[in-house]
């Protein structure tokens, strides 16, 4: 079995981390990033990774830089065979990338050079595009500009939000990565360089891009919601009974009718669109729990006409 370092922060890091401990090999140490206040009380909050490598009683790590020399030689002090890095949140500089004898291998959650960056699984429902998949590169300096040795593709359904497709690629991508470092050890673990041509990046998301414009056609509106869905929320505002509130609008699906664009055109929960309608299926106010357009709509009483802005 290999000795390996795992590099890691959110959900999505999880399950590798725990196929890598259920298949035996012997994870020495886990990088992730510090713990940050959050909740109403602003207590220190540990990630996902930590929590979960805390269970098994591994040694946590949470350096806010490696780049500096006494981060790099205790990186080097766990003589790892191999890192596994799975959106870790951190630049891994030369001397870290070089440290494991069979290097630094990614999981990354789109087919590369499509989608390189921070937001793959977003990025990828926001474009329409109809298919995805998971990778392990080899890490060097560029962003996700490393050979790739293996990967799996799978389609992206036309209703699927973005928590589906993480759910999906994450258990899809912590096989894949048992099935890399079971190449590791045979010694067949081969890479290919990536296409040059196709190249697109996942920038992170940001607060202003995530307001929904009516003004744009049903089809663009649909793909915009679900690729932000559940967090951070793609939102409009609208008349709630006590002035304009956000609202967060988290499923979608193609709606009936036409007319001036952000206008309720059915209590079914049909909202015009620059070209055609989306048909609102799952809500959320402000300081509340999702809910279905129907239970929404008995409550707010929102007349035909109503401008969602």
């Not at 926001?126 to 560029?142: F, L, Y």
């Not at 912590?174 to 190249?199: C, I, K, S, Y």
């Not at 006590?242 to 036409?258: D, F, N, T, V």
Request: aromatic content about 6%; proline content about 7%.
């Amino acid at each position: 079995m290999l000795r390996v370092v795992f590099m890691g922060t959110p959900d999505f890091a999880v399950p590798t981390l725990s196929e890598i401990i259920g298949t035996g090999h012997d994870v020495v140490a886990v990088y992730t990033r510090a713990p940050k206040p959050a909740g109403r009380g602003m207590e220190l909050t540990k990630t996902p990774v930590h929590r979960f490598a805390d269970g098994f009683g591994i040694p946590v790590f949470t350096p806010k830089t490696l780049r500096d020399a006494d981060a790099q030689e205790i990186f080097a002090s766990h003589g790892a065979d191999v890192a596994v890095v799975v959106a870790y949140g951190l630049i891994l500089p030369p001397p870290v990338l070089a440290a494991p004898a069979h290097g630094c291998l990614n999981l990354h959650a789109s087919i590369l050079p499509r989608w390189r960056g921070a937001a793959p699984i977003n990025r990828a429902i926001m474009a329409g595009d109809a298919e995805t998949g998971v990778g392990i590169m080899q890490m060097e300096e560029g962003l996700d500009t490393g050979p790739v040795a293996m990967e799996e593709r799978i389609e992206i359904g036309r209703d699927d939000a973005a928590g589906d497709l993480h759910d999906r690629l994450a258990r899809l991508g912590a096989d894949l990565m048992h099935r890399a470092l079971g190449a590791v050890m045979r010694g067949g673990l081969t890479f290919r360089p990536q296409p040059e041509e196709g190249v697109t990046y996942a920038a992170k998301l940001t607060n202003a891009e995530t307001r929904i414009d009516w003004q744009r056609p049903a089809a663009e509106i649909h793909d915009h919601i679900r690729g932000l869905s559940p967090f951070p929320g793609a939102w409009c505002e609208a008349d709630l009974g006590k002035g304009p509130e956000r609202l967060k609008i988290l499923r979608s699906a193609a709606g009936m009718g036409g007319g001036a664009p952000g206008t309720l055109l059915s209590e079914a929960g049909d909202i015009a669109c620059g070209a055609s309608a989306v048909k609102l299926l799952q809500v959320q106010r402000a300081g509340k729990g999702p809910m279905a357009w129907d239970d929404f709509q008995r409550g707010a009483r929102l007349a035909l006409g109503t401008s969602f802005g």
